[in-house]
């Protein structure tokens, strides 16, 4: 059984840098692209940023030249380094991950539980 762990989220202030992880987990044979999205109150969620197998990243204008995605892929973890962080960056995130389970005929989405980050100003 597939689980994406998130860790990393938390209350800091406007300016600050916080660093989500996500460690995918279970009978995985691949992992295609990983990323990560947002959810704030009232709004839609958002792709924040992603990165594929290769290493070949997208982000969100909102974020560009502020957030960086990496990932290990030895442990199918994706990480984000969010850094000058501000208010409107407050939002529950998650983690979306492509796999392709041991049982399975092709590639799946799956999501990981979420995280909140909060940013005061």
């Known amino acids: 059984q597939v689980q994406l762990v998130e860790s990393g989220g938390g209350l800091v202030q406007a300016g600050g840098s916080l660093r989500l992880s996500c460690a995918a987990s279970?009978?995985?044979?691949?992992?295609?692209?990983m990323g990560w999205y947002r959810q704030a109150p009232g709004k839609q969620r958002e792709l924040v940023a992603r990165?594929?197998?290769?290493?070949?990243?997208n982000f969100a204008d909102s974020v560009k030249g502020r957030f960086t995605i990496s990932r290990d892929n030895a442990r199918n973890t994706v990480y984000l380094q969010m850094n000058s962080l501000k208010p409107e960056d407050t939002a529950v995130y998650y983690c979306?991950?492509?796999?392709?389970?041991?049982?399975?005929?092709?590639?799946?989405?799956?999501w990981g539980q979420g995280t909140q980050v909060t940013v005061s100003s």
């Open positions: 979306n991950a492509r796999l392709l389970e041991v049982r399975s005929s092709g590639y799946m989405d799956y």
């Open positions: 279970g009978s995985i044979v691949r992992a295609a692209a």
């Open positions: 990165i594929t197998s290769s290493g070949i990243t």
